[in-house]
């Protein structure tokens, strides 16, 4: 494999935000409004500039108040999750591993909507509620998935099945017991959707706390590198276990959780993106990392633009669209894998 | 945590390269982020105060503080029941757009739709220019209300309906907030006469013990704070099942034991409810109603599912096939409704009552 330079790192990153960026200009352009490219670019900038109010009220309303925060909003979802599941893959040394497959964005789902019963009255109730149902989701699947001190992959995997099922069950049990006020909107979160915008404070603590976990994520990525060959292994090269795995396990879990409170349980984004990166950019950690966050939020917007384009005026719900591209390719990995 | 773990990373990183790469990093994703998202939040506040027109607050159903213009010309629906209230207003015209299940009137069918009532498309109700969005706490999502509130659109809503009156006050409710109060009274006067026209009649006439068959598979009913339940009351009968819930699955053995006098479906399409009545004589558990084996089962009109005014046709209609005692005497005609469904176990007979048929006598 071709070593690492900061060169190749730049232009790597470079590349795919530019990449990114087109996706962003395309779903800007699509929609129940058709907007021209080149008016877009000069509305952009004038918006970067600070001079929205020079724009017609309809067009500014759809495409910059209603499109535009969607997004973005797919962009910090998508990263969020693609590198969450690039974590797991590596702590967990199992290549299927991912927020939703472990059963982590149940947990996720379930932590918030538990927390919005106990007490609806706190703004920040979800994503708190999302991370500790998060972290207390993937404790429980690693545990289950120990077999005499040994992680055992298809223990894992089953493991993290078993919880996402019955996790769900406890929602739908809260759901039909509780009174049906809330429930469409429930049901529709949970399949994983875009379409409900939040509140610009939830924008910024999004935005924070993505930068944070993929931060601490990233300051990690040497050591992850290492701890592929196996934990012992590191410890002899120097790499403090422990340390690693806690700031991993807690910033993948805190990723998951602002992804679910913001659109409920979009699947299979953190198993496609990181192995598709990995195919093209090799395995090495420092490079797998950015650029899954980046081909994370372009796929999210790319099946966002489907999901609201497909069947106008009907909007589906993108954690279809996911689940449709995702499921297949995580069956002929794992039939790959047992070969 | 997190920071305190980037931090020792960034200090501790022996390489110049290290520091500089992430620096480099967290720059370009933070510009990348930030950038447009500071020109949103600063043109944000202006869109809010962009309205120019004079406006009125009003408090709607729910108790939602809503500011709209004096004058309200572009309407969207996002209910099928608002849609057929704001044709009852007499006012079709203002209607800029409904959903994709808006079947009534048929004018309703050629709006522009916005996609369907739980997932409207946000920009195709913007892209209509709405004065005003309609929406309702029975089927529309809390969130579509707030997004639309967020972007500056008002939003009127109204509460889930427990009785016929909370829909007739929801016309009137409606009728201010369209500016058409006039009009809305006489809708809410004609409705309420012929309402107590029906209680005078059906004073003396013994409640009707029935079932009111939402969905057959699994087997839903209504509980008693719906509007169908109080319906049902207001056409001469009860429903045998009395829950708090409000659309109960109910076991089919509690039904046979309860063995209700008539089965009531509500149809929009009798050809449809026909077939599934059919297949229903031969499953176990249906096979066993009184209700069933004597042909005792009643299809009215969808309406009665829809808070709108239509459903007092509905009413009107389902009175007259239970009670039909009750009308004989002020039609003259002496047809009897109730022999048309009740006697006969001939499935082919088994139709709606035509419209003119069952309010003539009503009215």
């Not at chain 1, 806690?246 to 409920?264: D, E, H, I, W």
């Not at chain 2, 201010?176 to 409705?191: D, H, I, P, R």
Request: proline letters at 5%.
């Amino acid at each position: 494999m071709r070593p690492l330079t900061l060169r190749r790192l730049l232009w790597t990153c470079g590349g795919l935000a530019v990449l990114l960026l087109a996706s962003v200009i395309l779903a800007l352009k699509l929609g129940a409004v058709p907007v021209s490219v080149t008016d877009l670019v000069i509305d952009l900038g004038r918006i970067a500039i600070g001079r929205a109010n020079e724009l017609p009220t309809e067009y500014r309303l759809i495409v910059f108040d209603l499109r535009l925060p969607r997004i973005l909003l797919g962009i910090l979802v998508g990263a969020a999750l693609s590198v969450a599941g690039a974590s797991f893959q590596a702590l967990l040394r199992n290549p299927l591993a991912d927020p939703y497959v472990l059963g982590v964005s149940s947990g996720a789902a379930l932590g918030s909507i538990l927390a919005l019963i106990l007490a609806p009255q706190f703004a920040l109730v979800t994503p708190v509620g999302a991370f500790l149902g998060a972290i207390g989701a993937i404790a429980g699947v690693y545990f289950l998935g120990r077999r005499e001190g040994q992680l055992d992959s298809t223990t894992l995997l089953l493991g993290g099945i078993i919880s996402a099922s019955f996790f769900s069950a406890i929602i739908m049990f809260l759901m039909t017991t509780l009174a049906g006020r809330d429930l469409r909107g429930m049901v529709f979160w949970l399949m994983g959707d875009l379409s409900t915008p939040v509140s610009s404070g939830m924008q910024w603590i999004f935005t924070v706390g993505l930068l944070a976990g993929i931060g601490a994520i990233y300051s990690t990525s040497a050591d992850l590198n290492l701890l592929l060959t196996g934990e012992r292994e590191a410890t002899h090269l120097g790499v403090d276990v422990t340390r690693v795995k806690l700031v991993v396990y807690v910033s993948a879990s805190l990723l998951t959780a602002l992804a679910v409170s913001a659109s409920g349980a979009i699947g299979y984004v953190g198993l496609l993106v990181p192995h598709a990166v990995r195919l093209i950019f090799g395995s090495d950690y420092r490079l797998l990392i950015p650029a899954s966050a980046l081909c994370g939020a372009i796929a999210i917007v790319l099946a966002d633009t489907l999901a609201r384009t497909i069947v106008p005026p009907t909007e589906l719900p993108v954690g279809a669209m996911t689940a449709m591209a995702g499921a297949p390719v995580f069956i002929y990995l794992l039939r790959r894998g047992l070969r | 945590m997190a920071l305190k773990s980037m931090r020792s990373a960034i200090n501790g990183a022996s390489a110049g390269f290290r520091r500089q790469r992430l620096a480099l990093f967290f720059a370009a994703v933070a510009a990348f982020f930030l950038i447009p998202w500071g020109g949103l939040v600063a043109g944000q506040t202006s869109a809010r105060t962009g309205a120019n027109s004079p406006r009125r607050e009003l408090t709607d159903e729910i108790g939602r503080k809503v500011e709209i213009p004096r004058e309200v010309n572009r309407v969207v629906s996002l209910a099928p029941n608002l849609t057929e209230i704001v044709f009852a207003l007499g006012d079709g015209n203002r209607l800029a757009g409904d959903t994709d299940f808006c079947d009534y009137p048929a004018e309703a069918l050629q709006k522009p739709h916005v996609g369907g009532p739980v997932n409207p498309n946000l920009e195709e109700i913007v892209a209509l220019m709405p004065d005003l969005v309609l929406a309702t706490k029975s089927i529309n999502r809390r969130e579509t209300v707030n997004a639309l509130d967020r972007i500056g659109l008002p939003v009127y809503v109204t509460g889930e309906p427990h009785s016929v009156e909370e829909m007739i006050s929801s016309v009137e409710h409606l009728g201010s907030a369209l500016g058409m109060e006039e009009s809305a009274a006489m809708v809410a006067k004609n409705l309420r006469g012929r309402l107590a026209e029906l209680d005078r009649r059906l004073s003396g006439a013994v409640p009707r013990r029935v079932l009111f068959v939402v969905w057959t598979d699994p087997l839903i009913s209504v509980g008693r704070g719906t509007f169908i339940a109080d319906a049902l009351r207001r056409a001469g009968a009860e429903s045998v099942v009395d829950t708090n819930e409000e659309w109960p699955h109910v076991s089919m053995e509690d039904i046979v034991r309860l063995q209700p006098e008539a089965l009531v479906f509500a149809s929009a399409h009798a050809g449809d409810t026909q077939r599934d009545i059919d297949a229903l004589r031969t499953r176990p558990g249906w096979k066993d109603l009184d209700a069933i084996q004597h042909g005792n089962i009643v299809v009215v009109s969808e309406a009665i599912n829809r808070p709108a005014p239509r459903m007092v046709d509905a009413i009107e209609r389902l009175a007259g096939a239970l009670h039909p005692e009750a009308f004989r005497s002020a039609s003259g005609t002496g047809f009897s409704l109730w022999q048309l469904f009740f006697a006969e176990a001939n499935p082919h007979r088994l139709k709606p009552v035509p419209h003119e048929e069952a309010c003539a006598c009503a009215r």
